[in-house]
């Protein structure tokens, strides 16, 4: 069964705005930590931006300024909102959910995180 569910990927230009949403089966997820990962082609999956107990923003230094990651309710439980897109960008974007405390210390490891959407494309051209 689907978990999480994202949606808002596409195609864009350079310079170009996306924003993603995720929707999940369970609002416990946003007591522990309830973000984005991205992998792109040939490379591995890496954490973006992840929302810490639903009050605290943690973005990786390449996305820092340009990206948002936000709440506006429970359904979409989160979105991440992408602005001036570059090339370096396109990946296919994963919502994850953490299930414990775990994630506080480590927001974007992969191994704190057990649950994961199915994903979104999002292409960058120049």
């Known amino acids: 069964q689907a978990r999480l569910v994202e949606s808002g990927g596409g195609s864009v230009q350079a310079g170009g705005s996306l924003r993603l949403s995720c929707v999940g089966d369970?609002?416990?997820?946003?007591?522990?930590?309830l973000g984005w990962f991205r992998q792109p082609p040939g490379k591995e999956r890496e954490g973006v931006a992840v929302?810490?107990?639903?009050?605290?923003?943690f973005y990786v230094d390449s996305v820092r300024g340009r990206f948002e990651i936000s709440r506006n309710g429970t359904a979409p439980i989160v979105e991440l909102q992408m602005n001036n897109l570059q090339l370096e960008d396109t990946a296919i974007y994963y919502c994850?959910?953490?299930?414990?405390?775990?994630?506080?210390?480590?927001?974007?490891?992969?191994?704190?995180?057990?649950?994961w959407g199915q994903g979104t494309q999002v292409t960058v051209s120049s």
């Open positions: 994850a959910a953490s299930t414990s405390t775990d994630c506080y210390n480590g927001p974007t490891r992969r191994e704190n995180y057990k649950i």
């Open positions: 369970k609002n416990t997820y946003l007591r522990y930590c």
């Open positions: 929302l810490i107990r639903s009050d605290t923003a």
